[in-house]
């Protein structure tokens, strides 16, 4: 069974998802439509897939510093990622997450896991633990 | 890890109002980053008071019903509307009355009315040294790169939480030690008339985003000084393209007196030797299609236009009228001199768009028209006009913009391969 533990970044329990995993770095402005979820860059190779409610694998973020809005308002149109899994934890990007819960939303979870990782749950269905344990496979 | 707050901190932090839910903000953003304390600021840039959805003004109605202000000198990057009347916003009835709210509620909170992502060009250049906490990344870049003041790239909730708790987390680009390159970028192979031209700065800040990453670099081989519209245009490039905050042009911004000093004593190992050809691929990856028979519309200013980028275009268009509309954006520290010196008008009769206190990436001003092509100089609205906007980008010289806007189909004159 394929299993990792990841570091915990902000919490919120256990979160589960079909994952996603993306294989470039992504710019949430410009790169995901905060309304639907959709990735909308049209030179990201993950272009048409939908994060809401999936395991988002992040190897890298990259671009404007507007990511925090655009989370902030993903959390708020209920199209956030189930969870987000991280390289490298990007405050610009989760502090839409800590501003969503200065505002009582409901937030999914953000965890930092080495991205040479990634591939082993591409296409699989991933259940996060409260201590960060990461499993494939439903 | 544990952020260590000074006691003032943590009462402000344990309250129920605005101010506290600032600091805790700020404290937490610290925690993330891995800062073990905050530190003074002079001044904050703020990118938050764009519309892209409800949750964004419910933010800043929270911080203004909290009671919260601004303690330290802030300027506003551009909201979803053009509050001047220049040009109009295609949103809907709720998303304008929103966006609106949005923008009231940064003034209420403190902020200064300069609506651009050019504020060092509308008198905002903090001293070399200071710390300070900017939000929109071009404008980052340029803080850090050009004036040599110390920030972070802030995300645009956590420049106005640090702007209302005039503190900012202890990280990054504020410690001298992180400010240091680690790799050259040598364009001294490249031809002087390439460097020369007006499309070099955008196409190679382009380049050194992707291939800097978050990494800092100092580029070598820039003899002609570069004045400050091109500083702009590369540094909106480079922070589109990648994660950068802070570039160094040895012999010509202020912390890169040499390629030594800006590698905090030593030449960087590490070195890009940048070759025509990744030139003209960078160029090539700019544009979202090559050989359109026509074009719908032209966009400049990303960042925004300063007075003399207006000259520039007014001369090159020399009276003649345009076939496609002509969309130039800017901010009202440059809009008041164009309504002072008539330019606004003159362009206006040859069909030229002025767009102000916002730009065409960030609200729906080009009409929806799905196949359309949109042609610009600028780096930043190649990157994110495609996403943003839904037209295909093709990208060029001002010179190439306005010629194929008074054709209606692409002019293409410069550094093809």
């Known amino acids: 069974m394929k299993q990792e533990t990841a570091d915990i970044v902000i919490e919120s329990g256990p979160a589960e998802g079909e994952a996603l995993v993306l294989t470039a770095p992504i710019s949430f402005w410009g790169g995901v439509d905060p309304k639907t979820g959709a990735i909308i860059d049209v030179r990201h190779p993950q272009c048409g897939k939908n994060i809401a409610g999936k395991v988002l694998f992040v190897p890298a973020t990259i671009g404007s510093s507007t990511a925090s809005t655009i989370l902030l308002e993903l959390v708020y149109a209920g199209k956030a990622p189930a969870a987000i899994v991280l390289d490298q934890p990007d405050a610009i990007l989760l502090l839409g997450l800590l501003a969503a819960r200065e505002l009582d939303l409901a937030i999914p979870p953000a965890l930092r896991l080495g991205k040479e990782t990634y591939a082993e749950f591409s296409d699989e269905y991933v259940r996060i633990g409260a201590g960060g344990e990461l499993t494939a496979g439903r | 890890m544990a952020v260590d707050l000074s006691d003032e901190e943590r009462i402000i932090a344990a309250g129920d109002d605005g101010a506290a839910m600032a600091l805790r903000l700020v404290r937490d953003a610290a925690g993330l980053l891995g800062a073990t304390r905050l530190i003074p600021i002079k001044s904050a840039h703020i990118d938050g008071a764009v519309y892209h959805g409800d949750s964004g003004t419910i933010f800043a109605e929270k911080l203004v019903a909290g009671g919260a202000r601004v303690a330290v000198p802030s300027t506003l990057n551009v909201g979803a509307l053009d509050l001047t009347g220049c040009s109009r916003q295609l949103l809907p009835e709720h998303d304008r009355a929103m966006a609106k709210r949005m923008m009231r509620a940064y003034l209420d909170l403190g902020c200064s009315p300069t609506w651009t992502c050019a504020p060092y060009q509308a008198g905002h250049r903090p001293e070399k040294g200071t710390d300070v906490a ?198 009202r520290h440059v809009l008041s001199k164009l309504e002072a010196n008539g330019v606004r008008a003159r362009l206006e009769t040859l069909g030229v768009t002025i767009v102000a206190d916002t730009c065409i990436v960030v609200t729906p001003i080009l009409p929806e028209n799905p196949g359309s092509v949109l042609m610009t100089n600028s780096g930043k609205f190649a990157h994110y006009a495609p996403g943003n906007t839904g037209y295909a980008v093709l990208y060029g010289s001002l010179a190439e913009c306005v010629e194929s806007a008074i054709a209606g189909r692409p002019v293409l004159t410069e550094g093809r391969v």
């Open chain 2, 134 to 331: 900017w939000g929109e990344s071009n404008a980052v870049v340029f803080c850090n790169s050009v004036l040599g003041a110390r920030t972070n790239r802030y995300g645009d909730l956590l420049d106005i939480a640090s702007a209302i708790a005039g503190k900012a987390p202890d990280f990054g680009l504020h410690r001298p030690e992180n400010r240091v390159a680690t790799f050259v970028f040598d364009v001294g192979q490249l031809s002087s008339e390439f460097l020369a031209s007006e499309t070099a700065w955008p196409i190679l800040g382009n380049l050194f985003g992707r291939v800097a990453g978050h990494d800092i670099g100092v580029i070598d081989g820039i003899s002609a000084k570069p004045d400050e519209d091109q500083l702009k245009a590369f540094g909106a490039a480079a922070a589109s393209s990648g994660a950068v905050g802070l570039f160094h042009i040895a012999g010509i911004t202020p912390e890169a007196a040499t390629v030594e000093t800006a590698g905090g004593g030593q030449r960087p190992e590490h070195v890009i030797q940048v070759t025509q050809q990744m030139v003209s691929e960078a160029r090539r990856t700019l544009s979202t299609t090559e050989n359109p028979d026509r074009i719908d519309a032209v966009a400049v200013g990303s960042p925004h236009l300063s007075a003399e980028e207006f000259q520039r275009l007014e001369q090159i268009l020399n009276g003649r009228q345009l076939n496609v509309p002509l969309y130039a954006c800017t901010g």
